[in-house]
Each structure stands twice: as C-alpha cells, then as structure tokens.
C-alpha cells in the first residue's frame, strides 16, 4: 500500500516536472508582445526628419504601418557669402522653394536576429512604401527696400529680378507666407535597426535608412540653367535613433 503512494507522488513529479516547458512556453507566449509602436528619428547629408511605426507582432514577419516627414536638400545646394559681408546671412543662390516630403507607408518588418543570451543586439529590418507627398514653399531672401540696408524687405528668390548684387541674404525662418505648392508621387524606404535595449517591453538603439521617391513632374526647388535642371525625384540615406514599446 505504501509502495502504491509512493509510486503515485513519482508519477505526478514526474508528470509535473514533464508539463514545466510547455506551461512556461504558454507563459512567455501569454507575456509576448501584441505589437510595437516606435519613433525613428534621422537625419543625412540631404535629408532630416522622423517616422512613426507601429509593427503587428506576428514572427517571423510582421506588418508595419505609420508614416514619415523629411526635410530633403538638393545635393546641389551650396551656401554663398553675402555680397554686403557681415550684414547679411549666407543664402542658396538659385534656390526657389524649401522642399519637404510626406509619406503615409506600409511594408514588412523582419527580425533578422532575435535577441538571445548570446547576442545581446537584436537587429530588425524593414522595408515600407506609399504616396508621397511633396510640400513646396518658396525660398525667402532680404533685399533692400531703401537707400539704406536698415531697411529691408523679405521676399521669394527670383533670379529674373534679384541678382547676386541685390540680395542681402536669407530672410528669417518665419518671414513671408508659406503658400505651399503640392504634388504627389510614389516613394519607398528600407530601414535596418540595431535594437540594444534590455527592458522586454521596450526597444532603443541605432537605425540605417535609405528614401526615394518619385514625382509625375520636376519638383521646382532650383532655378533651372543649362547646366542645372529639376529633378523628379529624391534619395537620400540617413542614421538615427529609435525608441518605442511593445504592448
């Protein structure tokens, strides 16, 4: 009779010992997170802005939806020293309008390599594309409305009318109206991610982007010349930071 008991209390250890993995297996799934929502925020030689990402957890791939906003620059802007010295900011000379880039977007997410004991940086890879938005507003300079530079006057670049002599540099951030010009197109992005942080909820760390996006028509950001003329479209690289949660 007591062998009976005893062979009962070595069956239920055993059959205890037996459901552990698939119990704790239940639990980390129970605990796994749902979906990640995160902020990408870059910058490059011709582009700085952010995204906003939210991915589906589903393993190995997941769904990935938000949107990005850039500020993108023609490689062949330059900056030039204003014809009146220290009295003057440095401008583009050509420059027609300021261009940013709109871009609601979706695409996959791939964890290329989890997160285990050994490696302690998971790294992730995305690849999302949409419409693009482009947001045209004209490229503001200082001309002098008198005799005398104490007065001036802030107005868009016009080669026809303002020559190299007759500016004297960048109007300020927020002179003039905006009255933005749009045009939509089509773009694409790839994003890796190097994701170090430790927190199971939470993800931080390092990303590598790459943009183009493409336009119907010449987007006017430069005054054309024979030697210079519009582009319709944009590419740019960028390295920044990400942050987010997993909910």
């Known amino acids: 009779m007591r062998d009976g008991w005893l062979i009962r209390i070595l069956c239920c250890a055993l059959l205890w010992l037996a459901m552990m ?10 605990d796994a997170p749902r979906a990640w929502t995160g902020l990408d925020v870059r910058a490059g ?8 990402f939210r991915a589906q957890s589903f393993r190995p ?3 990935v939806y938000g949107a990005s906003f850039d500020l993108v620059k023609d490689s062949r802007e330059a900056r030039i020293e204003s014809f009146y010295g220290d009295r003057g900011r440095r401008y583009v000379y050509g420059k027609l309008n300021h261009l940013a880039v709109l ?11 989890p997160r285990t004991d ?4 998971a790294v992730m890879a995305a690849v999302q594309a949409g419409p693009s938005l482009a947001l045209l507003s004209p ?21 026809a009318r303002y020559s190299y002599q007759g500016i004297i540099g960048r109007a300020g951030f927020l002179a003039g109206s905006p009255e933005p010009l749009l045009r939509i197109g089509a773009g694409a992005g790839a994003l890796v ?3 170090w942080a430790r927190a199971r909820h939470g993800f931080s760390g390092l990303s590598l982007g790459a943009d183009v996006n493409w336009f119907p028509a010449p987007l006017p950001v430069l005054a054309e010349t024979p030697e210079i003329r519009n582009r319709s479209w944009t590419a740019a690289g960028s390295v920044g930071l990400f942050f987010g949660g997993k909910l």
Do not use: K
Request: no cysteine.
């Open 21 to 30: 993995p698939v119990l704790q297996a239940q639990e980390e799934e129970a």
């Open 45 to 52: 030689s011709r582009n700085g802005g952010f995204a906003v």
């Open 61 to 63: 791939l997941s769904l």
């Open 103 to 113: 871009r609601p977007q979706a695409g996959l997410l791939w964890q290329a390599l």
């Open 118 to 121: 050994l490696n302690r940086i």
């Open 139 to 159: 490229y503001y300079v200082e001309v002098p409305s008198g005799p005398l530079l104490n007065t001036r006057l802030a107005v868009p670049f016009d080669p």
């Open 193 to 195: 991610m190097l994701d």
